[in-house]
């Protein structure tokens, strides 16, 4: 991947039976974070970094039709690898 960017916002979301959190958290949760190029101060007096990432990343399937794309498969999906920024190879 050459580069990534965000658009000023991001938008985490907890939602029961998907990701990490599902046995912690029972009620959908939502946080919109609003990004100052390299940081956010949405938590002040914290002052945030900022670095993107694609949490949703995957290659067309062979046959036409709709996928979903929040389930993890063998041609990606929701991904959440901190780490799939800018430099890396996929």
Not at 25 to 35: D, I, S, V
Not at 66 to 79: C, D, H, Y
Request: charged fraction near 20%; proline fraction near 8%.
């Amino acid at each position: 991947m050459l580069s990534t960017r965000h658009a000023g916002w991001g938008c985490p979301s907890v939602i029961e039976g998907l990701g990490f959190w599902n046995s912690r958290f029972r009620e959908p949760y939502l946080f919109a974070w609003q990004l100052d190029g390299q940081s956010t101060s949405l938590l002040a007096p914290a002052v945030v970094p900022v670095r993107p990432f694609l949490g949703v990343m995957g290659v067309a399937q062979a046959e036409d039709g709709t996928f979903p794309r929040r389930v993890r498969g063998p041609l990606g999906g929701n991904l959440e690898v901190r780490d799939l920024s800018a430099g890396s190879r996929l």
